[in-house]
């Protein structure tokens, strides 16, 4: 089939992406893998291509490292505009589903509250380098599943590299 005058443009709406605790910790460290796409989302986020969130919880974790690190982390909030979701008892029990269905082990029950977080506040994106718990297809195909069980969407998890624009 050929279409022929038909002018496609470029969506203007913003993603609202979902920040993991990874992105801020790869923000500083130059050397390891990711760390130029890391950054080019970072830059994306400044220029206003996406509408960037975090939680309270990721403010919970970035509180455990140490000094400088931790200031320098909790610095992007600020510097980048990042909006901060609240804890919330309907994430706290969506996280729990997750752990009981053995889509994230109970002792890294932050990683569910920050799928959970993003699912209850209707994010589209989280963007996320912990390969161990967060981005690996059984976590995408089974948060998918149990949102959709529970009432909510579907949050697409990915890294960063499949957010950015490549030129």
Do not use: W
Not at 11 to 37: C, G, P, S, V
Not at 122 to 142: A, D, P
Request: with cysteine.
């Amino acid at each position: 089939m050929v279409y022929n005058n038909i002018k496609m443009t470029k969506m203007m709406r913003k993603q609202k992406i979902y920040l993991e605790t990874t992105m801020f910790n790869r923000y500083f460290e130059h050397e390891r893998d990711y760390y130029a796409d890391t950054k080019k989302l970072f830059d994306e986020i400044a220029l206003g291509k996406h509408e960037a969130y975090t939680s309270a919880y990721v403010i919970e974790e970035l509180m455990k490292a140490s000094e400088p690190k931790r200031d320098d982390m909790l610095s992007l909030l600020k510097k980048y505009d990042i909006v901060i979701l609240e804890q919330s008892e309907e994430t706290e029990l969506l996280a729990q589903v997750y752990v009981k269905n053995g889509v994230i082990p109970e002792n890294y029950i932050y990683d569910g509250y920050h799928i959970a977080c993003a699912s209850v506040n209707g994010l589209e994106v989280i963007i996320s380098l912990n390969f161990q718990h967060i981005n690996k297809l059984k976590t995408k195909t089974m948060t998918e599943l149990i949102n959709r069980m529970n009432g909510y969407n579907s949050v697409y998890i990915c890294s960063p590299m499949e957010v950015v624009e490549n030129e």
